[in-house]
């Protein structure tokens, strides 16, 4: 496999090969919006006050991934909405859809869904160029973990040709990540890494939560230079 990272993905393209991936996983009423981050875009009132204190750079990731949201959430057909942050930095949604940010390497992206076909959405996006501290590890997951994802990274089918060699250790701490954010606003209490067990079931990757008795399929898929990971739930039948 060639181990160069790819070169850097334009929002739009970004935007356009997730929105074809979520939808090939079986969600096709989800809408996606990319954008390259930017410090000129405005905020709405309920929105300033959570970020008014930050540095420059957070107050443009803030701002940049409301925008995306507002611009997916008119896909659905909702107007003008504030998504102000809750008490464990999630974004809270109107009641009738479920959603997620996310942002790095100067491009952000939300997803969002009708909460009537979706009970659950989680998306992370982390650059296959970052680099995790080995020390850190233990605290992302265990090494059963890691070789379950080192397998499954080992797949060509899950790897468009010339992707590079990826550190299961990504995909590890960006799978939960997606967790965290999907289950974060049925909760009251934060969840850890270490709360949160990686299961290969059948070439799927499952996210197994024992304080919650439950799990939650993890989709992922190299697009450009990311590894991009999503966690959706269907409502139950």
Known sequence: ????VPQPISAEILEREIQNWIREIGYPHACVKAIRISRDIALLPEEIVHIENSVEKRKAEFASGRYCARKALAQLGLGEVSIPRGSRGEPIW???VVGS???DQGLAVAVVSPAELTTALGIDMLSLNHRIDRATASMIAGEAELLVLGRML???AKNPPG???VDPLLLAFSAKEAVIKSVSPSIDYYLDFLDIGLEDRGDTLFAVIGSLQTGLRVDWRIIGNFMITVSCTPPAA
């Open 1 to 4: 496999m060639d181990s160069e």
């Open 94 to 96: 109107p009641d009738s």
């Open 101 to 103: 940010i996310t942002h």
């Open 154 to 156: 080992a797949g060509i």
């Open 163 to 165: 992707s590079p060699d």
